[in-house]
């Protein structure tokens, strides 16, 4: 223990020196005595483990210096020797062993042994400064550690399986640490390993619903039965909530289980959750859950056309973010920035962090191999095709390879949407009709799709290539197909591709679009007279909406329509001119032509 002292003392005065800071500015900061902060630098006073957190927080050590406080020594019994660890309950035991990153609680003896307590809250130290290698690494160690002991084993994995995974895919090898983990539980009848199980089973339903085909599921065991067990799972934690089941469990359930339910519940339902993980996350006072809270709250007020109560939980994001001072939250953080300023026409904005920045975060993190580098990878990709595509550049999407990178990434269903999309903009509409056709049929006519999620930003994209290859016979099966699929997402909902990536459109706006492609016009501008709700949060979408609109009513034949047509593209086209998006611009301008000066003043 000594020399674990004397190990702080010499790393902090190393970290006090390089920060360019004297003993009295430290002291001001932490705060304390500088003659009690020269002792501890000396070796010759203990520090406390608040002192510990303060100091590596105010020195931006990681997580560095913390890790080397001496341990707190569990009280002493009167008769001699350490007084033994009450037995605890199964969510107090997890839920105070991790550091409440921020909040100044120090970790309490898990009865796994004190080194595993420290290899565990290393690790929360260094994954809520989103250093995750470095976690992963702390947390398989305890994991080793722990041979033998399959409850402190199975917390080990819990926190194992939080790392990030690539976005489409199943992760095998934590599944597989899922299985040994459950297996080795099976027979234990405690409160606490049911516990352990819960979480367990909330992670495994995560992981199995990643997958977005055949192709990259795991065999027997799809992304259906992993939302069928994230239900089950949901279940158990209330029955456990009734037993007094603690915070971190509820956290880790709800986190996981929201997560494995996306695509296969309603956005409201997945909103529910969010709001359930929102509040128990204040109740444990968790950094890392505070995180997850508030970036799942503002992804399903998004999905659900909640713009304005999304811009307050961006704001508050941001202030975990900075608290946090994790490049990965940051990253987070911008992201959703950036999603936003897409949706509202701050297009300069969203250029700068997509064109230049976001590619310096993600070289940096995927070089710490931090996160997967397919996660910042598919996010800016989808990010930069979004912001050509509301700027009217969609052809540099293939002239400057960007179509071999979305073509890469074809086994996720939205990004060969995308590329039909884009080639029904740049002209070539018989190899779009091709593709459209060719994912219908690998999809089963688009029922192989789950039916909530990233589907839903698929069948937007789509929607607007079918009316877009209106001409082309041979699909109109597939717009009914089509129009089955999207019904369900009619009303006020914004189809949200990612985790967030982009606002695509109005749900409602997509299914006038499918109307509108059948030939029923009534239809699309009821659809369209829905979609407006979301769409006045937006400058550039109303804009779309409008276009729309125009075209429907264009296309109607009735008295006046021509005249309503005029009225609408006119602030349209005015929108479009000021916003920079060129293709809307001249779209708006050519369906006014075909007004013939109907709707003036």
Request: hydrophobic share 45%; charged share 25%; net charge positive.
């Amino acid at each position: 223990m000594e020399e674990q002292q004397n190990g702080f003392g010499a790393e902090l005065r190393r970290r006090r020196r390089a920060a360019g800071k004297s003993l009295g500015e430290l002291a001001e900061r932490v705060p304390c005595s500088r003659s009690f902060l020269s002792r501890v630098e000396n070796g010759l006073r203990r520090p406390t483990y608040e002192l510990a957190e303060k100091c590596d927080a105010v020195l931006d050590a990681g997580g560095e210096l913390l890790g080397l406080a001496p341990e707190s020594r569990p009280p002493r019994d009167p008769r001699g020797g350490a007084r033994p660890q009450a037995v605890r309950g199964p969510a107090r035991t997890a839920s105070k062993l991790v550091e409440r990153a921020g909040a100044g609680v120090p970790a309490t003896a898990s009865g796994y042994g004190e080194e595993f307590d420290r290899l565990v809250r290393r690790g929360d130290l260094r994954h809520a400064a989103g250093r995750m290698r470095e976690a992963d690494h702390c947390y398989r160690e305890a994991h080793r550690l722990a041979e033998g002991r399959p409850r402190a084993q199975a917390l080990a994995v819990v926190r194992i399986c939080r790392r990030w995974s690539d976005p489409g895919r199943v992760d095998r090898e934590l599944l597989q640490l899922i299985a040994d983990g459950m297996a080795a539980l099976r027979d234990d009848p405690g409160p606490e390993a049911a516990a352990l199980r819960l979480q367990l089973n909330a992670h495994r339903a995560k992981k199995l619903t990643m997958a977005v085909s055949a192709d990259t599921a795991v065999a027997q065991a799809g992304p259906d039965s992993g939302a069928a067990l994230a239900r089950r799972t949901l279940r158990g934690l209330d029955r456990a909530d009734a037993a007094g089941a603690g915070p971190e469990v509820r956290c880790e359930v709800l986190t996981e289980c929201r997560w494995g339910l996306y695509d296969f519940a309603p956005a409201a339902a997945s909103l529910t959750l969010s709001e359930r993980l929102r509040d128990a996350a204040v109740r444990h006072g968790s950094a890392y859950f505070r995180g997850e809270a508030l970036m799942a709250l503002a992804v399903d007020q998004l999905r659900t056309g909640r713009i304005y109560p999304a811009l307050s939980t961006a704001q508050e994001y941001r202030g975990h973010a900075a608290a946090s001072r994790s490049e990965l939250a940051r990253w987070q953080q911008r992201t959703l920035d950036t999603t936003l300023d897409l949706w509202r026409g701050r297009f300069a904005a969203a250029a700068d962090w997509i064109l230049r920045e976001s590619a310096e975060y993600a070289d940096r993190l995927a070089a710490d191999l931090d996160v997967p580098a397919g996660n910042f990878r598919q996010t800016r990709m989808g990010q930069a095709y979004w912001l050509l595509r509301e700027q009217g550049r969609m052809h540099e999407l293939f002239a400057g390879g960007l179509a071999d990178d979305v073509q890469e990434h074809g086994y996720f269903p939205v990004w060969r949407a995308g590329l039909v999309l884009a080639l029904c903009e740049t002209g070539a509409r018989d190899q779009a009709a091709d593709q459209l056709q060719a994912f219908a049929d690998d999809t089963d006519g688009f029922r192989a799709l789950p039916p909530h999620g990233w589907a839903v930003p698929t069948l937007a994209l789509l929607a607007e290539a079918c009316a877009a290859l209106a001409g082309h016979a041979e699909l109109r099966p597939l717009v009914a197909r089509l129009r089955e699929r999207l019904a369900p997402h009619n009303g006020t909902g914004i189809a949200l591709a990612g985790w967030p990536t982009v606002l695509v459109a109005p749900t409602a706006q997509a299914c006038g679009a499918l109307a509108l492609a059948a030939g029923e016009t009534d239809a699309a501008l009821a659809h369209f007279r829905q979609a407006a709700v979301p769409a006045r949060t937006s400058a550039p979408q109303l804009a779309r909406l409008r276009l729309w609109q125009a075209r429907a009513l264009l296309a109607s034949g009735h008295p006046g329509a021509a005249a309503q047509a005029a009225r609408l593209l006119r602030p349209a086209g005015a929108v479009a001119e000021e916003y920079g998006m060129a293709r809307l611009a001249a779209e708006c301008a050519e369906l006014s032509a075909q007004t013939g000066g109907a709707g003036g003043e």
